[in-house]
């Protein structure tokens, strides 16, 4: 995905037209280092999901939406490495906290709140996490089981973290459903709009992330 960006973005590129529903994050941070070198603004013609909206539009000097479009963020490897703690394999809690590593460095690099980082997680109503081989390419992964699958914040939460929006942003619950409905035509997951706006001490991540425990062996995700 970084690649193909390298490849077909030009010197004087300076609005980057995105509709994604999101992929690799190590690849959507090295797109987002781009598009706040290049001093690029995002243009969302219909969606921004997760790694999209997490690493991409983050970065842009503004994220200018078109009428009914759509950003939604999920959960990052910062969340997942707070909520394992102590718990999983060794290379499994040092794989997510290199990746959480990378994630911290690069919001501090172009300037957004690193609560971001983690918000997402408690407001998708995480209740408990799995550890276990998911993946044919990893010994361990994990699961978590929540109230909802993503979760698009009010306008005045990301101004206050630092994310700069043009364009549409939903104020209301019906602005909310009606590029909801847009965006997801069919089988749409159950996401989440607004919540409190104000920014979270991280004193106050610990204390909610740590309530997030090992799921019990009947409630697995």
């Not at 999901?49 to 690493?55: E, G």
């Not at 994220?63 to 707070?82: E, R, T, V, W």
């Not at 172009?110 to 998708?124: A, D, W």
């Not at 990893?138 to 009010?154: A, I």
């Amino acid at each position: 995905m970084a690649q193909d960006f390298l490849r077909i973005v030009k010197p004087d590129t300076r609005i980057l037209e995105i509709n994604s529903g999101g992929g690799d994050n190590a690849s959507a941070i090295k797109i987002g280092y781009e598009v706040y070198r290049r001093h690029m603004s995002i243009h969302v013609t219909h969606a921004c999901l997760a790694s999209c909206a997490q690493y991409v539009m983050v970065a842009g000097t503004s994220a200018n939406f078109d009428p009914n479009a759509l950003a939604a963020f999920q959960n990052s490897a910062s969340s997942i490495s707070k909520m394992l703690g102590s718990k999983g394999s060794v290379d499994l809690r040092k794989r997510y906290a290199e990746e959480a590593k990378s994630e911290s460095n690069f919001y501090q690099h172009i300037g957004i709140s690193r609560e971001l980082l983690y918000r997402p997680q408690l407001e998708l109503r995480t209740t408990c996490f799995a550890i276990g081989p998911i993946t044919h390419d990893k010994d361990q992964d994990v699961l978590w089981q929540s109230m909802y699958k993503s979760w698009t914040p009010s306008l005045a939460y990301l101004i206050a973290s630092g994310v700069r929006i043009k364009g549409f942003w939903p104020q209301t619950g019906e602005e909310y459903k009606s590029a909801f409905n847009r965006v997801f035509a069919v089988g749409a997951p159950l996401m989440l709009f607004g919540g409190d706006p104000a920014i979270l001490s991280q004193q106050e991540i610990n204390r909610r992330m740590s309530k997030i425990g090992l799921c019990s062996s009947d409630s697995n995700p």
